[in-house]
């Protein structure tokens, strides 16, 4: 939601303060898939920018009708849509209350309301199979290097891993805090995973984390993630 609304935001020239996401409301949308599969940035901020883009084309058309300028002559900044020289302008509230309810100040045969529904479809997407049986019906994949120092105490068998380092091909990060938090604590949690074992000392074909051995204390501190934009 963070994320979401600091990129509407940017949009509207607003505050991030003014934009609420409400995301899984039947009552307010038809349908929501959820959150999964780190395709959060690609598909519902990309349809979230191109329906704030819909909604400033018609602020601006409407802020221009009052002010009698063009809006391509608008910019819109800090709550407010003026000339690039601040003459003439008119906060981003009345525009909106005059969408609403002052219709009759709106530019000839435009519609009432400040609204805009827009789904994102990737035009790379590809569902239909290639001549080897591949499709790419996912908008975007992650890309990441791993790399791990590791000791092995051959007595015992005990993995003492000495650092830990990963790098993501992330993008452009929208807020480079919450992908550290999304990128260090699942290193964190399922480091486990590769050097968990049976009771007979052979290497278990499926690891989940509720099967995984829990990493001790002291590997945490080994494990540096460098999410790169």
């Known amino acids: 939601q963070t994320t979401l609304s600091q990129i509407v935001a940017d949009e509207l020239g607003v505050d991030i303060d003014d934009v609420e996401v409400f995301e ?27 329906a704030a883009r819909s909604v400033r084309e018609k602020m601006l058309k409407i802020a221009g009708h009052v002010l009698q300028v063009p809006s391509d002559n608008l910019e819109i900044r800090a709550r407010t849509i003026s000339t690039p020289d601040g003459a003439s302008s008119i906060s981003v509230k009345e525009v909106a209350n005059i969408a609403y309810y002052s219709v009759n ?16 479809f990737n035009p790379k997407s590809r ?10 019906n996912f908008s975007t994949f992650p890309y990441a290097a791993h790399v791990a120092y590791v000791e092995i105490d051959t007595a015992t068998g005990e993995v003492k891993i000495l650092k830990y380092v990963t790098v993501d091909d992330s993008g452009n990060l929208v807020n480079p805090m919450i992908v550290r938090t999304q990128m260090i604590p699942p290193r964190k949690s399922t480091s486990g995973c590769p050097v968990t074992v049976s009771a007979d000392g052979s290497r ?10 829990r990493p001790p204390a002291r590997w945490k501190s080994s494990i540096r993630c460098l999410p790169e934009g």
């Open 24 to 50: 899984g409301d039947t009552a307010l949308v038809s349908s929501h898939s959820g959150s999964y599969a780190c395709r959060y940035s690609t598909v519902t901020v990309s349809a979230a920018i191109m």
């Open 105 to 120: 100040r709106l530019p000839k045969g435009m519609e009432p309301g400040l609204y805009a529904l827009h789904f994102f």
């Open 127 to 136: 569902f239909e199979a290639d001549q080897k049986g591949r499709s790419a």
């Open 204 to 213: 278990r074909s499926r690891i989940s984390l509720s099967t995984a051995r």
